[in-house]
């Protein structure tokens, strides 16, 4: 079974920090995506990547950026974080062929105080 | 970009009754439709999908869905629900890779 592996499940940042969130997804996938999931609203994409150092915008780019250096690795980058920003953000990763599917990480629970 | 509406954000029902879970979505090209489940405080789980072929798709936990192109929907359904079936459930699709969801149906299982 793919894993997708999300480095932390909670995290509590100050307004104004630079915030990294990571996911590692170990099938050698090359389209990965980051969601952000808020009651009411659904998820959200926020960006994806179909390759290494590819990456295209989703519906929500703003206040965010990503990093793709490596295949199994799309790191999610909040530049100056903000209290808006506080959400719950999982991490996907795409499997193509015949088992076409997404794979989503347990999800990073993100506070900005 | 797809646009996909869950009909109903609230779906109570007692226990061993059926539910049903209203999806549909927008878009003019073929579609990939998915199921997936939230249960509290835990990650996504996908209960079921439809790639192509047959339109009644069955899934994890007794739960199925029947994809319906000329009214573009996708709807859910279990016949006889336990209270463990209390959770969130989204509807998504995609056409192009992108996964668009709907802003989820909670169902509260009642004894």
């Known amino acids: 079974d793919v894993k997708v592996t999300q480095s932390s499940r909670y995290l509590v940042k100050r307004t104004g920090e630079k915030v990294f969130l990571e996911c590692v997804q170990d099938?050698?996938?090359?389209?990965m995506f980051w969601y952000r999931q808020d009651p009411g609203l659904g998820l959200r994409l926020i960006y994806f990547?179909?390759?290494?150092?590819?990456?295209e915008k989703g519906d929500i780019p703003e206040g965010y950026s990503v990093s793709r250096e490596k295949k199994e690795r799309f790191s999610l980058i909040l530049e100056s974080a903000s209290t808006n920003q506080t959400s719950m953000y999982l991490c996907?990763?795409?499997?193509?062929?015949?088992?076409?599917?997404?794979?989503f990480g347990s999800g990073t629970r993100l506070t900005v105080v | 970009a797809q646009s996909v509406t869950q009909l109903d954000s609230q779906v109570p029902v007692f226990e061993e009754a059926p539910v049903e879970l209203r999806c549909n979505y927008s878009?003019?090209?073929?579609?990939?439709l998915f199921w997936y489940v939230q249960y509290p405080n835990q990650g996504l789980q996908l209960l079921l999908k439809y790639l192509s072929g047959s339109t009644l798709v069955k899934g994890i936990n007794g739960f199925e869905a029947e994809f319906n192109k000329s009214q573009t929907s996708f709807h859910l359904r279990k016949p006889s629900v336990h209270i463990s079936d209390t959770a969130e459930y989204f509807c998504a699709v995609t056409n192009d890779y992108k996964l668009s969801f709907g802003a989820g149906t909670t169902v509260t299982v009642r004894a």
């Open positions: 996907a990763s795409l499997s193509q062929g015949t088992n076409y599917g997404y794979t």
């Open positions: 990547s179909y390759d290494v150092k590819m990456k």
């Open positions: 099938m050698d996938h090359e389209n």
């Open positions: 878009s003019s090209v073929s579609v990939y």
